[in-house]
């Protein structure tokens, strides 16, 4: 099981809490964000497919980015999908 899980997105989050992790932010890769999430359920929760065969892969979408950051004090990864930042975080409380 990987250990950063989904905590909240920028919609649901405050313009300062966001403003100051996207200030943070470093860009990483798709291999990298998948050490620490689970990309089978983000897969799942956005509709992408697992097999590129088969459709539209969340690793070959090229209007994804990834990011590892600090979301309120916790290190997080997280993505910009549809210019909506969702956000990963270990062990949030």
């Known amino acids: 099981m990987k250990s950063f899980t989904y905590v909240t997105c920028c919609v649901n989050s405050t313009a300062e809490a966001i403003n100051d992790m996207v200030e943070r932010a470093t860009n990483i890769t798709y291999d990298t964000f998948k050490k620490y999430v ?26 994804v980015s990834f990011y590892k950051s600090v979301f309120n004090g916790h290190p997080c990864y997280y993505m910009c999908h549809s210019m909506i930042e969702y956000i990963y975080c270990e062990n949030f409380n």
Not at 38 to 58: A, H, N, P
């Open 38 to 63: 689970d990309i089978r359920e983000v897969s799942k929760q956005f509709g992408y497919e697992m097999d590129k065969r088969k459709g539209l892969t969340l690793k070959n979408d090229w209007a």
